[in-house]
């Protein structure tokens, strides 16, 4: 999730609406050679059935069905629940990583493989309140601050990169999920779970799951957008602002505001609803925390990483590619929403949906057309 205006250096806000190759809107439209589905009514939300219809089924599509309950029957947590429910663990020694779990007792006997939630830029565990207590009615779900922001640590000179942010999601999973798990990941944090998937050496990733994914750590990656080129000397402008420290700082207090954060979080939001005063606070509040300003500044400027374009074809896992169709920060018609679009013809192993009047945070925009395909994606991947 881009962090305020200013992150036009960081994931440029600007306002798209993707059609179909035909020019029109479906409630959902398959296309032969790639399953890409748009979606504007969640599907059943029949977790069981799903199940069953999943697991005996070779079709790689979402099925259609009766508008679901609210968040499939799952509660929304509160922020201030979520966060007593939090412990820490320990990384490399030396930093502290803020993490959630939650399962039930049907969760604890379901052979289905763990979850581990990652979420995007500027966001924290809490981003899940929609979507935790419906998944672990099936399965363990964990959730992780990533170093520099929630109540992870944010340590003091650390240079932060997409890199970083992998290595410690594998040594998560190795120290503390010790299974192989589904990453299921926003924005920068479906990058990192990209990134993760990727080391040929990694054998704890089960499945990918991105919503929403980014092309890097920074918009300085998508070179080849024309809209990119037009303003990377502003870019460069806003790095070189940024790196001092008191045009950084003022800039930075102006951005947490909260009328602020309320207009960039409705820019980037299709369901206006779900922008409420709670979604403000999950964003505003870490972002009073000492060494925050310093991790906004080293990710905004720092090196955009490896791009997924390199990456993708080299995972074999299964893939679960979740999209909202009006994101501004990463558009579908942009060269990261172009290729992920194009990837279901490409790999046999992607499965693409493309989420009509959804923005960039799927998960927490409209988590019941999330969950409606998400629910059987899992049933299946868990039944093979």
Not at 38 to 59: E, M, R
Not at 76 to 87: G, H, M, S
């Amino acid at each position: 999730m881009g962090f305020s205006a200013l992150a036009v250096a960081a994931e440029l806000p600007l306002h798209y609406s993707s059609v179909n190759k035909n020019g029109e809107r479906f409630l959902c439209q398959q296309r032969k050679h790639g399953h890409i589905r748009y979606c504007k009514k969640p599907v059943s939300c029949n977790i069981k059935s799903n199940i069953t219809a999943a697991a005996t089924s070779g079709n790689n599509t979402a099925t259609t069905g009766a508008t679901s309950s609210s968040s499939c029957g799952g509660k929304v947590l509160e922020i201030k629940e979520i966060r007593e429910r939090c412990t820490k663990w320990l990384w490399k020694g030396q930093f502290s990583i803020n993490y959630f779990v939650s399962c039930n007792s049907d969760s604890q006997s379901n052979p289905g493989p763990p979850l581990l939630l990652v979420h995007g830029f500027g966001a924290s565990i809490p981003h899940w309140r929609r979507n935790i207590d419906t998944l672990a009615k099936n399965y363990t779900v964990y959730a992780i601050d990533l170093l520099g922001f929630g109540a992870s640590d944010k340590p003091e000179g650390f240079s932060y990169t997409m890199e970083a942010w992998a290595q410690l999601i594998l040594d998560f999973l190795d120290e503390v999920i010790q299974k192989p798990t589904v990453l299921i990941g926003n924005s920068v944090g479906s990058l990192a779970c990209v990134i993760a998937a990727s080391d040929s050496s990694q054998t704890l990733v089960r499945g990918l799951v991105l919503l929403n994914c980014s092309g890097g750590m920074n918009n300085k990656a998508i070179v080849d957008d024309w809209r990119i080129k037009l303003l990377l000397p502003l870019l460069w402008l806003i790095d070189f602002l940024l790196k001092q420290r008191a045009i950084a700082s003022s800039i930075f207090e102006r951005v947490k505001q909260r009328d602020t954060l309320r207009n960039i979080l409705l820019s980037v939001y299709g369901n206006k609803e779900s922008v409420d005063e709670d979604l403000v606070e999950i964003i505003r509040g870490p972002a009073c925390d000492e060494g925050a300003l310093d991790a906004f500044v080293s990710i905004v400027t720092g090196p955009p990483g490896p791009n997924p374009v390199t990456l993708m074809p080299g995972i074999s896992i299964p893939i679960l590619v979740l999209w909202g169709d009006q994101d501004p920060f990463t558009p579908i018609d942009g060269p990261v929403g172009k290729y992920f679009s194009s990837l279901p013809s490409q790999l046999p192993n992607v499965r693409l949906c493309m989420l009509e009047g959804v923005g960039h945070c799927p998960h927490d925009d409209k988590p019941d057309l999330v969950h409606d395909n998400l629910l059987p994606w899992l049933a299946h991947l868990a039944a093979s």
